[in-house]
């Protein structure tokens, strides 16, 4: 495939969660800002920076302040790992986890229709048909919502995938000999899918289906990320979590709300249980989803509240010219 699939699941739990949650600018706590201070009293201070899981390279190009702070760092804490063996193993298990197992086909869980254009959507990204007719509706979700890729234009040599922000964060601690721990293992990450309700997935998809039929799947994610990546540039969550509203309107109330809390609050609390043990320490720097840090129940509010004092630190984030994709 394009890209592997540990690296759509990435990207996509970025954009399921935009795409699910919901709130007025006005009313987001931390809503403004992608780079941040914790510190408790007597040890160094350490830094959360909010990412998003992309191979743009204007997401890519990180800015002066974030690289100082990570270089310094003793640790960095990501929230999984998507490189080396680590990676390999990751991307094995969440293709089998992905799998349908009791002789069902995708066609017959989401209808001939949307079946349809799903199918054609991905089909210039390397899955075969025999593959996608055999993937679980929450697997599909997740491949549909991933962001496009990117290959030779803003890639590696050779049509090798891009590497996306967090990797890119990873490799230059690996090059700095900088510890790297992780918030979650694959098998969390995949359990936060595989346990929602095959309903519930088998509607986003649907969903997803009819909101892009004026323009195909394809024109319409790309067009919804290139909207996000302007807001995340600017460091703006607060708009995003706005967008997000807007994107679906239809979208039944119940179903984003189970979701939201699946997808970003029950995670955000384990994030923070995880990090109440490893910020103490002080000379940290955790690279989390940037919509995991905004709201009153945001990984920087619980932070606040069990005692750190976290403050936003204002970054310059350069911009070189977006590059148009291989689709």
């Known amino acids: 495939m394009a890209m592997t699939l540990i690296t759509r699941l990435l990207c996509a739990t970025f ?3 935009i795409t699910l949650a919901g709130a007025r600018a006005d009313d987001v706590v931390n809503g403004q800002g992608l780079l941040w201070k914790v510190e408790l009293e007597g040890v160094p201070a350490s830094y959360i920076f909010g990412t998003m899981h992309s191979s743009d390279p204007r997401v890519l190009a990180i800015p002066e302040r974030v690289t100082r702070a990570l270089t310094e760092a003793n640790t960095l804490v990501l929230e999984l790992r998507t490189t080396g063996v680590e990676g390999v193993d990751a991307a094995q298990a969440l293709f089998q986890s992905m799998l349908l197992t009791d002789g069902r086909k995708l066609p017959d ?8 254009a799903v199918a054609e959507a991905l089909a210039g990204h390397g899955l075969p048909p025999p593959i996608l007719e055999g993937i679980k509706p929450w697997g599909a979700y997740l491949l549909l919502t991933a962001p496009r890729p990117r290959e030779n234009n803003g890639g590696q040599a050779g049509g090798r995938p891009a590497q996306v922000l967090d990797q890119v964060l990873e490799f230059h601690a690996q090059a700095q000999d900088i510890r790297v721990a992780v918030l979650e293992t694959v098998h969390e990450q995949i359990a936060i899918f595989s346990g929602m309700a095959e309903e519930d997935m088998t509607q986003l998809v649907r969903e997803l289906v009819a909101e892009a039929a004026a323009d195909g799947l394809n024109a319409h ?12 540039l600017a460091g703006d969550l607060a708009s995003i979590l706005v967008l997000s509203r807007e994107q679906i309107p239809g979208s039944d109330a ?3 709300t189970r979701l939201v809390r699946r997808l970003i609050d029950a995670r955000n609390r384990h994030f923070a249980e995880r990090l109440s043990e490893t910020l103490p320490a002080g000379d940290t720097f955790v690279a989390v989803g940037a919509l995991h840090l905004p709201g009153r129940t945001g ?29």
């Open 221 to 232: 994610v790309g067009a919804y990320f290139e909207t996000v990546t302007e807001h995340y």
């Open 109 to 116: 869980v989401l209808g001939a229709k949307t079946y349809t």
């Open 254 to 256: 119940g179903l984003n």
């Open 299 to 327: 990984l920087l509010n619980l932070l606040a509240s069990s005692g750190f004092t976290v403050s936003r630190v204002d970054i310059v984030v350069p911009r070189p010219p977006a590059t148009e994709t291989d689709d």
């Open 15 to 17: 954009f399921a969660s």
